[in-house]
């Protein structure tokens, strides 16, 4: 059909878009909705608070055990190295030791842990996991259990009795799990 004297008409026909715009938001909408974002769980730790002037018990030298663990995984505690077999022994004496001759019970003792980015990852938790035995450990023996029990304790809270909960409180109130968690340095790769 040819109009105006031999010419195609220039109408151009539209479509209108502004359905096509709500379809796409709620597709979008649909896929935010039903996917689902898995949520990263860390490790589970108290990190000590910052240090203020007028509380200085935990900023000296004197109640803090560094512990390096450098690029080829060298277990470093306060300057010397030692095996990891021996980093719960080392702890268990810190802990013991960071307040002899204080009038508090409560232990003011802080464990820096510190990785260089070379550090493989395995190391620093079995690290980790030996502080964590180390006052696992001087928690059970303040409350006269074993290890053993101290651990099905933990692993079972939920089923403990009120008694055993609160005794529990009072020895993390007097031996804090106290890790300080220092930025990894740098190093050179060769």
Known sequence: MLKNNGFRSTKTSKINMSSMADVAFLVVIFFWVATSIPAQKGIPMTLPKGCAWENTVYCG???TNYILINSQNQILMNGEEIPLSEVKDNIL???NNADKNES????K???SLKGDRGTNYASYLLVLDQIKAAYTSVRAKELGWSEE???H???NK???TQEEIKMYNNVVFLYPEVISEADPTEVERR
């Open 109 to 111: 003792g802080v464990i």
């Open 61 to 63: 030298i004197r109640y």
């Open 158 to 160: 939920e089923n403990a």
């Open 104 to 107: 508090s019970k409560q232990s």
């Open 93 to 95: 004496k810190f802990i």
């Open 149 to 151: 029990k101290m651990l």
């Open 153 to 155: 304790f933990l692993e």
